[in-house]
Every structure is written in C-alpha cells, then in structure tokens.
C-alpha cells in the first residue's frame, strides 16, 4: 500500500484493549468485568480505577475508533483532486479501517445497542458523519456524470454497508492482503454507482 491511511495502529490503553478481546469474544453482555480485569492483568478494584463501568469502555472504544476514522476520512477526502479520486479515496479509507481493525470495527458496530442513551446517539451521529463523507462523493459524482446512480444516498448507503461487512470475514491471514481487498471492493464500489467508463 503506497499511501495508507492508517498508517499505525490505533492505540487503546490496557483496560480497553482487554475489553475489546473480550467483547469480540463474548458480547458485551456476556462478558464480565472480572474477565476483562483479568485480562487487563488487573484486579476488579485496580480497574475500576481506571473505569466507573463496563459501559465506560464500550464508550472509550467507540470514541477513539470513530476519531481516528473520522480524521483519516477527512486527510483522504482532502488529499483528492477529482471527485472520482475523492469517492476512491474514501472508499479505500473505509476498507482499510474494517480490515486492519475488524475486532473494534465489529464490536462497535453490532453493539451500538449496548451504550447508554447519551453516547449511543453520540456514536450514531459519527456514523452519519462517516455516511456522509460517501453520499456527498456519490452525490456529487452523479451530478458530475461520473457515475449513473439513480437514486444516489441509498446507492451510498449500500457502499458503505459494503465496506462494513469487511469487518465480518477479513483476515490478514487469508487469500487477499489489504491492498487486494481495497482494489477488488472499490471495482465492486464503483460498479455500484455504476461508474461510466
């Protein structure tokens, strides 16, 4: 990859990395704060004084990722010149994200249910901000005539729904390395705006 967008890892502190194996592991409901203190190497106390609550680390771990997403979509966003090279970029971007950090990506995806009232709509509204990087690229690129999507916000809700599942099945030990899944899925993305060549 010439240019990633995450070029190091995110970084989580020992508490939320230990509840992030064990989320990805068992569900937030079906993990308990012994086993991520245990896993952290803490005991119960010694974590609770890092964190009031379980929930408190769901919270952290959907703060920082959906930061370090939302700021490598801003840099892929900037760094293009065209309107197919921005949609491409965050495409890509997108990708990146779901493989290299599937576990987070996976965990605060399918437990948005699990936060409390105040964060859970804190973490929506990130997430249409992510949306709205890809509608806004799709949108424009149809008004440009590069893509023939006829019905633009949900063809980019359906790309972006296609870059979330990534999180589902990659693996860095499977058959495609990062760099092929990108260049795969943004054909399979491009040909879901229906890009005119």
Known sequence: MTDPHFPQPIVFDTCCNAALTCFAKNGFHGTSIREIASEAGLSVPGLYHHYPSKAAL???LCEISMIELHTALVKARDAATTTLERFDNLVA???EFHAEFGAVAFV???EIRSLKPGPREAHIEARR???QFITDAVVDG????IFQAEEPRHVA???TH???GVAQWFRPSGELSVDELVAVYTEICR???RFVR
């Open 142 to 145: 149809t008004a440009e005539g």
């Open 191 to 193: 040909d879901t705006a």
């Open 93 to 95: 971007c997108l990708l």
């Open 162 to 164: 296609i870059c979330l």
């Open 58 to 60: 769901l919270e952290k």
């Open 157 to 159: 809700r359906a790309i």
């Open 108 to 110: 605060t995806y399918s």
């Open 129 to 131: 901000g992510v949306q």
